[in-house]
């Protein structure tokens, strides 16, 4: 099995368990970003096991969208590259804000040129 690291913003790929399971005990070699919006949380992380189980590219970074929310609960995606995470990541966001902008609430942390800033 492979297992994967992030090490400068480059994917290194280990077959050491080990070495994988090490790196990933620091939180901070998982996670890209993370942001509060209200009472939600939006987090990606690089995974260091490949979530792609039907072929293909791996798939090593993790969105998610944590709230008590049920419309936006549990929202998950998955990419194979840093900057499809940051991408990721900045999608979910705006999901965020946009959810609360149509309940009528301004978020705490507006991102800049969403339809709320």
């Given at each position: 099995?492979k297992?994967?690291?992030?090490?400068?913003?480059?994917?290194?790929?280990?077959?050491?368990?080990?070495?994988?399971?090490?790196?990933?005990?620091?939180?901070?070699?998982?996670?890209?970003?993370?942001?509060?919006?209200?009472?939600?949380?939006?987090?990606?992380?690089?995974?260091?096991?490949?979530?792609?189980?039907?072929?293909?590219p791996p798939?090593?970074f993790e969105?998610?969208?944590?709230?008590?929310h049920?419309?936006?609960?549990q929202?998950r995606?998955?990419?194979?590259?840093?900057q499809?995470?940051?991408?990721?990541?900045?999608?979910?966001?705006?999901?965020?804000?946009?959810?609360?902008?149509?309940?009528?609430?301004?978020?705490?942390?507006?991102?800049?040129?969403?339809?709320?800033?």
């Amino acid at each position: 099995m492979k297992f994967y690291m992030l090490v400068n913003g480059q994917i290194k790929e280990t077959d050491n368990l080990q070495e994988a399971a090490e790196w990933f005990e620091n939180p901070d070699n998982g996670r890209i970003a993370f942001d509060k919006i209200r009472n939600t949380e939006v987090s990606t992380i690089f995974t260091f096991i490949n979530q792609n189980f039907l072929g293909g590219p791996p798939l090593l970074f993790e969105t998610m969208i944590f709230s008590p929310h049920q419309e936006i609960n549990q929202y998950r995606t998955l990419c194979s590259t840093l900057q499809e995470a940051h991408a990721m990541h900045t999608k979910a966001k705006a999901l965020v804000v946009n959810y609360f902008a149509q309940l009528g609430q301004i978020p705490d942390s507006p991102i800049p040129g969403s339809p709320v800033s």
